[in-house]
């Protein structure tokens, strides 16, 4: 179905209007006289730019799971946000031991294990390394588990379902100079990679993956790295699940063989339909999700809209992706932003029509390899009932006939 043919059936666009910030229909005024704000001066920049006070209802989202520092997270109000980059102030965050105040001359990296020499490097050393720049998406591995867990749609914002996905300018060392520098062994395949919180969390990371795009990323979106991100650095590794990317990176094993630690056995496993776990599922498989409109928003009135969202692929680009507003009956092809990069947000967009009639918006994505996500019962026949990690199912939301957009399953 092509785009034209998805504006008449009632799924196109003129003008652009923002369902979480929908206008009561255009009219022109009387000109009165001009604003205080034309008439005196405004006040200095300041040291350190905020936003708006204007704009003070956009946050992230907290959960404190626990009531204490023990799992905490922040989620990216995705719904509230436009393009492909997330303000460093509202990446989303998930912390196991809550967030350490390291002082960077006091913090050491260190490779160690089957190397010729193992070495330590200063935050001053790794600073005048030769680094590279590029755009990433980052998602935990529990985004979208309210859609897994709950047999019904639960009423919640686009933000706090999805929420758990964010895009930035990543800039650090690539690891592989650090890797060469202490001299791998012919042998050795893994890294164990541990971060310097209070629980010492720690991920076992392929060799080849450290060799391949992995950085110690030191800035994010042009400043350096935030406490809560890793500050004063951070492993990041492309496309892999977010607490793959250790912060307060401190130490390296190289090894033969995985470290069996403890989260990797006890949070970060799948448990397939037939009881089985799968470890070392590092991958975030292609997903997008319409963020505009989406749960909680209002369309006040019949008309034109753009409906608008990101996909992703931890494998590589987004090639395609389609939208229906029939639940999945009939799709129509989206306009994909560019430039298209691999391992990072596309954003798409698609016009729309909205006749005042119940419609069930959905998307699905297509990565450069084939990759289709799947749908709901798809997803959930491959894994146990209680697994919920690596959730990359289609995605949907219900416009009533009143213009109220909740959460539903197709």
């Known amino acids: 179905m092509d785009r034209r ?76 946000l436009n393009g492909i980059i997330t303000p460093a102030g509202l990446h989303f965050v998930v912390h196991h031991n809550g967030i350490p105040d390291i002082e960077p001359s006091d913090h050491e ?9 193992p070495l330590k490097w200063s935050m001053e050393a790794l600073l005048n390394y030769p680094m590279v720049s590029q755009i990433y998406f980052l998602e935990c591995a529990g985004n979208s588990a309210p859609n ?76 350096r790295i935030r406490p809560d991100q890793g500050y004063p650095m951070r492993l990041f590794v492309p496309g892999y699940e977010g607490n793959m990317n250790v912060k307060w990176l401190h130490r390296m094993e190289i090894s033969d063989i995985p470290s069996q630690s403890k989260d990797e056995q006890s949070l970060y496993a799948d448990i397939t339909a037939d009881e089985r776990v799968k470890q070392y599922s590092f991958n975030m498989e292609v997903k997008s999700v319409i963020t505009k409109p989406s749960g909680q928003q209002q369309l006040p009135m019949s008309g034109f809209y753009e409906i608008s969202g990101f996909a992703w692929s931890g494998r590589g680009k987004v090639k395609a992706v389609e939208v229906s507003a029939d639940g999945g009956k009939t799709w129509a092809k989206a306009n994909l932003e560019g430039p298209i990069m691999s391992k990072a947000l596309t954003r798409f967009t698609v016009p729309w029509q909205w006749h005042g009639q119940k419609a069930i918006l959905v998307s699905r994505a297509i990565d450069e390899f084939g990759n289709t996500q799947p749908t709901r019962a798809e997803w959930v026949s491959r894994y146990a009932r209680y697994s919920h990690g690596h959730n990359n199912s289609i995605n949907a939301w219900q416009v009533s006939n009143d213009g109220k957009v909740s959460n539903y399953y197709v």
């Open 109 to 117: 990296f260190m490779i160690h294990g089957l190397v010729d020499k």
């Open 148 to 223: 897994i867990i709950a047999d019904q749609p639960m009423d919640m914002t686009c933000g706090a379902i999805h929420g758990q996905i964010s895009g930035s300018l990543w800039t650090g060392v690539p690891l592989k100079y650090l890797l060469d520098e202490a001299g791998i062994k012919p042998k050795a395949k893994w890294a164990m990679c541990e971060g310097a919180d209070a629980g010492n969390h720690v991920r076992n990371v392929p060799l080849e993956k450290l060799y391949d795009d992995a950085i110690i990323a030191l800035y994010q979106n042009g400043e």
């Open 5 to 80: 043919k998805f504006l008449l059936s009632g799924a196109s666009f003129l003008s652009v209007v923002a369902a979480s910030s929908m206008s009561n229909g255009a009219s022109a005024e009387v000109f009165k006289s001009h604003p205080k704000h034309m008439k005196i001066p405004g006040v200095p920049s300041e040291v350190y730019g905020k936003p708006s006070k204007y704009e003070g209802h956009v946050g992230r989202l907290p959960e404190h799971i626990y009531g204490s520092s023990i799992i905490t997270m922040a989620l990216t109000p995705i719904d509230q």
